[in-house]
């Protein structure tokens, strides 16, 4: 594979070719080819620096936070505060107190759903939702309104992927508690006008929980100038480990908000019958949390940071424009969701008739492409276009033009297979 001497990172300084160094696997053949990586979107790869840094805690100072007063603990306690303080300016917040660590998004959204939503929602209220949310914003919101009988609208997805905003006004105007939606999704690459939505839901007196999974990893957030209530993203979604992710809240809802888990961290005084709680974050981190992984964050977040996020999100823009043009050149390639100007850096397609599970096969196999198929946790909206499946390429920082000739390559191989 040859490289294009694409420049990336805020002082285009460092060439594609270099980025793509620091990442190890990147390295690797798979039956006997280049791994081409195209599903960032699922799970990032990890740069050398997160490997080494979560290593480098296991091999020298590996110990469980908050307890000892030994040199060891003390040193991982202030590792992870540090991870905590550059999670919290990476997204802007006003305090690191306001960043709860959790697993990941999905266990983020459950959070706000058992302690905001036990204690705000009630029988007959409206939660808002719209059609491309992945899973994990969909299933939480429908068991807390079986828990309390509030009920759910969604907002329609148009025919090119975008959320039908006038539908969104209409419902706003039944007065929502709750409005939550996905900032990025996952499927069409659709990005959401988040900032006016939001402020339509504070208008219309709404709490506003957004799906940043998709978002965070690959252009800035800002959550003052979103003004969001609560945003959810993953760790390994953002050249960080797997087994981290992060709830942001607004001070005041966070503390408001009851524990959602009880155990050693949490609690402030405990007696044999009633216990008060800590203070934030940690009211909400009951036991030893994930302490290498935060490390890991911490790090991925600076290589994030040097490269910079507007470079980043550029460096995808022009992916997402090239697979495109390239894609576009099959005329049985079907490309779902909106144009450029309106998706990150994923396209979800179909090949003619060829199931998607059965094209990525042929990717993996022939070409050592990396591709998802399936209905990428997001049922209803494959329901929405009548589709069981669609193949998914995705971009990050080190995806290069020369990977999506492959897998267009490999598209055309796929053809010659199933001759058409
Ligand atoms: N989407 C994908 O291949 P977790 O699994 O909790 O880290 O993230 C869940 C999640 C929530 N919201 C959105 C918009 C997402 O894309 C995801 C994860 C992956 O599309 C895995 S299904």
């Given at each position: 594979?040859?490289i294009?001497?694409n420049?990336?990172?805020?002082?285009?300084?460092?060439?594609?070719?270099?980025?793509?160094?620091?990442f190890p696997i990147?390295?690797?053949e798979?039956?006997?080819?280049?791994?081409?990586?195209l599903?960032?979107?699922?799970?990032?790869q990890?740069?050398?620096?997160?490997?080494?840094?979560m290593?480098?805690?296991?091999r020298?100072y590996?110990?469980?936070?908050h307890?000892g007063v030994y040199?060891?603990?003390?040193?991982?306690t202030?590792a992870?505060d540090?991870?905590?303080l550059?999670?919290?300016?990476?997204?802007?917040?006003r305090?690191?107190?306001?960043?709860?660590?959790?697993?990941?998004?999905t266990e983020s959204?459950n959070?706000?759903?058992?302690?905001?939503?036990n204690a705000?929602?009630h029988t007959g209220?409206?939660?808002i939702l719209?059609?491309m949310e992945?899973?994990?914003n969909?299933?939480?919101?429908?068991?807390?309104?079986?828990?309390?009988g509030?009920r759910?609208e969604?907002?329609?997805?148009?025919d090119?992927?975008?959320?039908?905003?006038?539908?969104?006004?209409?419902?706003?105007?039944?007065?929502?508690?709750?409005v939550?939606?996905?900032?990025m999704?996952?499927?069409?690459?659709?990005?959401n006008p988040?900032?006016?939505m939001?402020?339509?839901a504070?208008?219309?007196?709404?709490?506003?929980?957004?799906?940043?999974a998709?978002s965070?990893?690959?252009f800035?957030?800002?959550?003052?100038?979103?003004?969001?209530?609560?945003l959810?993203?993953s760790s390994?979604?953002?050249?960080?480990?797997?087994?981290?992710g992060?709830?942001y809240g607004?001070r005041?809802l966070?503390?408001?908000?009851?524990p959602?888990?009880?155990?050693g961290?949490?609690?402030?005084?405990?007696?044999l019958?009633?216990?008060t709680?800590?203070?934030?974050p940690?009211?909400?981190?009951a036991?030893?949390?994930?302490?290498?992984e935060?490390?890991?964050?911490g790090?991925?977040?600076?290589?994030?940071?040097e490269?910079?996020?507007?470079?980043?999100?550029?460096?995808?823009?022009?992916?997402?424009?090239?697979?495109?043009?390239?894609?576009k050149t099959?005329?049985?390639?079907?490309i779902?969701?909106?144009d450029?100007?309106?998706?990150?850096?994923?396209?979800?397609?179909?090949?003619g008739?060829?199931?998607?599970h059965?094209l990525?096969?042929i990717?993996?196999?022939?070409v050592?492409v990396?591709?998802r198929?399936?209905?990428h946790?997001?049922?209803p909206?494959?329901?929405?276009y009548?589709l069981?499946?669609?193949?998914?390429?995705?971009?990050y920082?080190?995806?290069?033009?020369?990977?999506?000739?492959?897998?267009?390559?490999?598209?055309?191989?796929?053809?010659?297979?199933?001759r058409?």
């Amino acid at each position: 594979m040859t490289i294009t001497d694409n420049r990336i990172s805020k002082d285009h300084q460092r060439s594609i070719e270099e980025i793509r160094k620091d990442f190890p696997i990147l390295a690797r053949e798979v039956h006997g080819k280049a791994l081409v990586y195209l599903d960032s979107t699922a799970s990032s790869q990890k740069p050398l620096a997160v490997i080494e840094a979560m290593d480098t805690y296991y091999r020298t100072y590996n110990a469980n936070i908050h307890r000892g007063v030994y040199a060891i603990s003390e040193e991982a306690t202030a590792a992870v505060d540090k991870a905590r303080l550059k999670t919290a300016r990476f997204i802007k917040a006003r305090q690191s107190k306001q960043i709860i660590f959790t697993r990941n998004t999905t266990e983020s959204i459950n959070l706000v759903a058992y302690s905001w939503g036990n204690a705000n929602i009630h029988t007959g209220d409206l939660i808002i939702l719209t059609e491309m949310e992945h899973h994990s914003n969909l299933v939480p919101w429908q068991l807390l309104a079986e828990r309390t009988g509030a009920r759910l609208e969604f907002v329609p997805v148009t025919d090119d992927g975008l959320l039908r905003q006038d539908i969104y006004a209409q419902l706003l105007q039944q007065g929502p508690k709750l409005v939550a939606f996905t900032h990025m999704s996952n499927v069409l690459g659709t990005i959401n006008p988040a900032q006016e939505m939001i402020a339509q839901a504070h208008a219309a007196g709404a709490i506003v929980l957004l799906d940043a999974a998709q978002s965070v990893p690959h252009f800035p957030v800002d959550v003052q100038a979103l003004d969001v209530d609560f945003l959810c993203f993953s760790s390994h979604k953002m050249l960080g480990p797997t087994g981290i992710g992060v709830l942001y809240g607004k001070r005041d809802l966070l503390e408001a908000m009851p524990p959602f888990m009880g155990g050693g961290d949490m609690i402030r005084k405990v007696g044999l019958r009633h216990s008060t709680w800590n203070d934030l974050p940690w009211k909400f981190e009951a036991g030893t949390p994930a302490i290498a992984e935060a490390i890991g964050l911490g790090v991925a977040v600076d290589y994030l940071n040097e490269l910079g996020m507007e470079a980043i999100m550029e460096h995808e823009r022009e992916m997402t424009i090239y697979a495109m043009q390239q894609l576009k050149t099959i005329p049985e390639v079907t490309i779902y969701g909106p144009d450029v100007s309106q998706r990150g850096g994923v396209i979800s397609f179909t090949l003619g008739d060829i199931h998607p599970h059965d094209l990525a096969s042929i990717l993996d196999q022939e070409v050592g492409v990396a591709i998802r198929a399936g209905h990428h946790c997001a049922q209803p909206l494959m329901e929405r276009y009548g589709l069981a499946a669609t193949a998914r390429a995705s971009f990050y920082v080190y995806t290069i033009k020369e990977e999506i000739d492959i897998l267009v390559q490999g598209l055309r191989k796929a053809q010659e297979i199933f001759r058409f």
